[in-house]
T-cell receptor, first 112, second 115 residues
Framework: GESVGLHLPTLSVQEGDNSIINCAYSNSASDYFIWYKQESGKGPQFIIDIRSNMDKRQGQRVTVLLNKTVKHLSLQIAATQPGDSAVYFCAENAGNNRKLIWGLGTSLAVNP | EPEVTQTPSHQVTQMGQEVILRCVPISNHLYFYWYRQILGQKVEFLVSFYNNEISEKSEIFDDQFSVERPDGSNFTLKIRSTKLEDSAMYFC?????????????FGSGTQLSVL
């Protein structure tokens, strides 16, 4: 069935290093993808999004890459900081009502 | 920055009781959603709401669930007779009506504990 999943449930990086969080999706009809960050006890917070007519989009310290051929999405965080520690979710949007289908999440831990 | 607000932040209830979770979406948004997240699991879609009616609902959203926009600013989720498995974090979200703006804004959630 339709699903969005993450390859790694946890990721530990050193402060200052770059982080790469991966995501696979299976619905080829999805045309919009979004990354959310969720800190403990808080709601998901928007990081960056990308439409299927693009393969790369950059924000402040973050880059999202989309490979539609293999249905793969990644989030790159440059110079990871302790404040980046959180669970990161990818989600895809499809259908008329634009509901989000979520992956399981990757927990990012930044070591000082 | 405008935000979605949810109340209460925590709700403890007895099994079989009714609960109402409240949300105030961002004022110029027209699409509203409820999602839930059981501890340690992924976020699950419950229902979407537009133009004063449900536009889509998931299998989770059975006849024990209902949503309402009673006064033009609040958006509520009611669970008529709570079950133990309803224990979860419930998130309200909203988005702008612009077709090009699909970003959902989420509230901080209501942690529902059914005993």
């Amino acid at each position: 069935g339709e699903s969005v999943g993450l390859h790694l449930p946890t990721l530990s990086v050193q402060e200052g290093d770059n982080s790469i969080i991966n995501c696979a999706y299976s619905n080829s009809a999805s045309d919009y993808f979004i990354w959310y960050k969720q800190e403990s006890g808080k709601g998901p917070q928007f990081i960056i999004d990308i439409r299927s007519n693009m393969d790369k989009r950059q924000g402040q310290r973050v880059t999202v890459l989309l490979n539609k051929t293999v249905k793969h999405l990644s989030l790159q965080i440059a110079a990871t900081q302790p404040g980046d520690s959180a669970v990161y979710f990818c989600a895809e949007n499809a259908g008329n009502n634009r509901k989000l289908i979520w992956g399981l999440g990757t927990s990012l831990a930044v070591n000082p | 920055e405008p935000e979605v607000t949810q109340t209460p932040s925590h709700q403890v209830t007895q099994m079989g009781q009714e609960v109402i979770l409240r949300c105030v979406p961002i004022s110029n948004h027209l699409y509203f959603y409820w999602y839930r997240q059981i501890l340690g699991q992924k976020v699950e879609f419950l229902v979407s709401f537009y133009n004063n009616e449900i536009s889509e609902k998931s299998e989770i959203f059975d006849d024990q669930f209902s949503v309402e926009r009673p006064d033009g600013s609040n958006f509520t989720l009611k669970i008529r007779s709570t079950k133990l498995e309803d224990s979860a974090m419930y998130f309200c979200a909203s988005r702008n009506a612009l077709a090009t703006n699909e970003k959902l804004f989420f509230g901080s959630g209501t942690q529902l504990s059914v005993l």
